[in-house]
């Protein structure tokens, strides 16, 4: 059974020059434990379709003009996130359903200590104690390889390095398990050689884990080697998908094939 079912999605904004289109009639589904890479080039809607599912978009402009967003809850009861009411939906964010932003230095707030933020992830979706709490945070800034985790708590995210703020970010999504990681593009303002450590802490946390996860990257290199499954996104639409091979190799659409071919050959 699909574990996150999105039908028909349509997500548009209304601008002064007219509507934008920015997810227009997608569907796509993720299944559990899978990891599914949503690629295309910047601007194609990966993540606008990715805020979507959490409803993080402002409304308005944005407008969900059409589709269903289903989410399989723990007692396998599919639920409409588009129309769940928002206390509801705030129970789902950040503890069944997390998301790792593309930029950690704005994402994370530069006058709260990073202990204080890690803690208001269990503070919200917990009945922990604050003796409990504090030891589960050093324990996920350990587990993401935070060094000297006691002394970063009480740290501010402009004395971290890029790597170590998307380490906090990943540490902060994973605090409550989530049975689903929506990753944007979480490896585009580090260097290759981060980019690269911070891809093999997220596949080996997602494997030790069990959770799904939905990569959105338009590094097509990356997402060969993280993805089980590749959706291929232009203009707001979904325009293929498959396994890896069937994308890399047997691409059916001719914008695929130029993505493929942008890749720059040594």
């Not at 959105?216 to 290199?221: M, Q, V, Y």
């Not at 232009?234 to 914008?255: D, M, Q, T």
Request: charged residues 20%; glycine residues 6%; contains cysteine.
């Amino acid at each position: 059974m699909s574990l996150l079912e999105i039908k028909n999605l349509c997500t548009y904004f209304e601008t002064s020059a007219g509507t934008v289109k920015a997810v227009d009639d997608v569907s796509l589904s993720i299944n559990a434990g899978e990891v599914m890479g949503l690629v295309g080039e910047s601007g194609s809607g990966k993540s606008v379709m990715a805020m979507s599912v959490l409803r993080l978009l402002p409304q308005p402009p944005a407008r969900f003009a059409n589709g269903e967003i289903l989410w399989c809850e723990e007692n396998d009861q599919k639920t409409d996130l588009l129309k769940l009411p928002v206390p509801d939906l705030r129970r789902i964010r950040g503890s069944q359903i997390a998301m790792i932003f593309q930029e950690p230095m704005t994402a994370l707030n530069p006058v709260m200590t990073i202990g204080r933020q890690i803690s208001e992830v269990f503070q919200t979706h917990t009945k922990l104690s604050d003796n409990d709490i504090h030891k589960k945070s050093v324990e996920l800034l350990r587990m993401v390889g935070i060094p000297s985790p006691e002394e970063r708590m009480d740290g501010f995210s402009h004395e971290l390095s890029g790597g170590q703020r998307q380490r906090v970010m990943i540490a902060m999504a994973l605090a409550c398990k989530p049975r689903l990681l929506i990753a944007d593009e979480p490896t585009t303002a580090l260097d290759v050689t981060i980019q690269a450590q911070i891809l093999g802490l997220l596949h080996e946390l997602q494997q030790e884990m069990g959770m799904a996860m939905l990569f959105i990257t338009h590094d097509l290199g990356v997402v060969a080697q993280i993805a089980d499954h590749i959706a291929v996104m232009c203009k707001g639409k979904l325009v293929e998908s498959g396994n890896p091979e069937e994308i890399f190799f047997h691409p059916r659409e001719a914008y695929t094939r130029k993505l493929i071919e942008s890749v720059p050959k040594l």
